[in-house]
């Protein structure tokens, strides 16, 4: 093994400065891709996209293609948590991937001496992003640039073992896609569900219309420990918006921490316990989850509601209420501020449904139970899988696994 840098191998392009009057969330069939398609640490993300709606002004050489290797030169965040990383362009016949400014594509790749795949994940290993964030500029807004990239040392194996290295992390990559598969399958299941079984309800106008407020026992933000952060390793998590991807709490060590003091306050006023339900209600209003265990000691941000069920619904049902389009449209709808639109507590609570007796809501929590649990159960499989793939993907680098007495 040994180091070359990536400019002895490659080439890094630019993106296309699309105009700005024609960027929009409406979507369309020409996806614009940006820093917010990439997750936390590498990988795409096709959620809430952002798409190009003057298809004239579409130079042919600006759109992605399958399998392309894409890097974010750019990133907003304070912790630059997402700048450098890598993503493969996923396939969809569907869509264009249009490449945009502050994205680098990859080209002219020495197949015969690196492998697309083991660079991909080369470009998602923690020291590698240490050192782009270490040559970054800016202070609110983290830049890198092509030749920062290419100046990076990389550990260049024989081909047989690049591509070992990236069978064995693909795979586990197959896996965890598959079960986010079953989960969307799962959440269509419980929306026609939720439509048939209730809102198309035949005894739907017979049922007694009631607020949100009626049918909790508890509402409750968190608080914001203000200069109580702390970074590091530890189990005392402070969730923010920004934690609540997919319906479900990501959790990992660029998380904020808070120190005892503030814990304490934060959870005198959060409280939380299983069942419970968990809204965002500030800038991206509507992410929902439903706390099923505590691996951690959660502490929530003043940007989220804590909300209890009370004796006349369960959290299975509250939990399809508040994903539901009717209740995320008057969410959005009620928020208000002229720097961050958010929706008062009040107004929540304020929220009109039909509450159908004791009995069909036990029966309406029977049907649904089963699915929310799978869903569960494959998303905490996910983190399992996450957490070895992220655990493999340094020490596979470095040398440090026997390759040899792996069979794939």
Known sequence: MEYIKLKELCTIKHGYA??????????????????????????????????????????EEYILNEGDLIVTMTDLSKEADNLGYSALVPRNKNKKYLHNQRIGL???????????????????????????????????????????????????????????????????????????????????????????KYLNNERYDLW???????????????????????????????????????NDVILNDKCNKVDDEAILKINKRSDLKVGDLLFSGIGTIGRVYLIKDFPYNWNISESIFTIRPNEKCSSEFLYLLLLNKNMQNYAVNKASGSVQKGIRMADLKQFKLKLPTKNEMQSFTDIIKPIIDRIYNKTKQNENLEQIRDTLLPKLMNGEIDLAKIEI
């Open 18 to 59: 699309f105009k700005g009057q024609y960027i929009s969330q409406d979507e369309n069939n020409s996806i614009l891709v940006t820093p917010g398609n990439f997750h936390i640490g590498g990988g795409f993300k096709d959620d809430k996209c952002k798409y190009y709606l003057n298809e004239d002004d579409i130079p």
């Open 106 to 196: 990859i080209q002219n790749l020495k197949e015969d001496i690196l492998n697309k795949d083991y660079l991909y994940w080369y470009l998602r290993t923690e020291k590698y992003h240490n050192e782009i964030v270490a040559t970054s500029t800016g202070t609110t807004v983290h830049h890198t640039s092509p030749d920062r990239i290419l100046n990076i040392r990389i550990p260049i194996y024989d081909l047989t073992t690049q591509i070992k290295i990236a069978t064995i992390l693909n795979l586990i990559d197959k896996k965890i896609k598959l079960n986010d598969h079953t989960n969307n399958n799962l959440y269509e299941i419980l929306d026609n569900i939720f439509k048939e």
């Open 208 to 246: 007694e219309e009631v607020t949100l407020d009626d049918i909790t026992s508890k509402f409750a933000t968190g608080l914001n420990p203000r200069k109580n952060f702390v970074l590091g390793h530890g189990s005392n998590y402070y969730v923010t918006i920004k934690n609540m991807q997919n």
